[in-house]
């Protein structure tokens, strides 16, 4: 099965690995020439004082980043080695497991398992959503584009540089579509470069914070995207209790680090439910 996992994931875990190395080597290239020119563009002899802020600040979110993309991958929320001890209230039953599963579990046709409080299944690392990784996943969306936003300006600084002696307007149309000012001569090769590196930041930082925010958005409410999409929202306790639910008892420090430890409340088996405002607002855990 492992073997199986491995042909399954390894392509995009490939073109992820490749394409992320070459944009970090290509944004460590940046900051270290930039030290050596200064506002002008003009090459200083012993150039400016080493970059110190600027490159722990870029090794923390690249570091950050990296080390949440591998617990999310490693940190499966399947039902693989889950002791699901019979069926109750909002229990279903998988045809493909051949098993009864706990509320908000659902199967994935990637994954080939069921997985606890499914969300859904990340194409990009191969690995689904769900209750064991959602901290993670949305840690690694916020240190990613954190990450891109910083090679996107270190990038355009460069591009900027690089165009002084041209109008705004052919900066700004060489931001905007680099390829046809490339192939009407009107960059050269080492221009086209750092802008169109520059505009995979963007799109990556703005591919990342749209992510986020709506995952955000999806936490607070405590909801999955199945339940967003069909206005369910019984597992909703408050902003608090969800983040909890979510990220952990420590759910204000895990933004930091991965290695902050931060127990989840529950057990992804079980989970409270609100009833509706006309009701009583009395709680009742859903078995
Ligand atoms: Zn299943
Ligand atoms: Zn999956």
Redesign the pocket.
Known sequence: MAGNGWDRNAVPLCAGAVLGGALVLEVFVVLFQLRHEDGDGHEHEKGQPFPFSSLVSLLFLLGNALENARRFITASPSTRGVMLAGAGQGWDYCYSCQTHVPPRCAH?F??SVC?LRRDH?CTLLGQ?LGYQNYRYFLCLLLHGAAALLFGCLLNAKVVMLLQQEETPVRTVLLLVVPWLMLLIGQVSFTTFIYAFVTDVCMVGFLFCTGFLLFHALLTLRGQTTKEWFEGDRQYNLGWWSNLQDVLGERWYLVWLSPFIASPLPGDGITFLTKKPKSEPLTKSRDY
Do not use: I, P, R, Y
């Open positions: 994935c990637s994954c997985v299944h689904c």
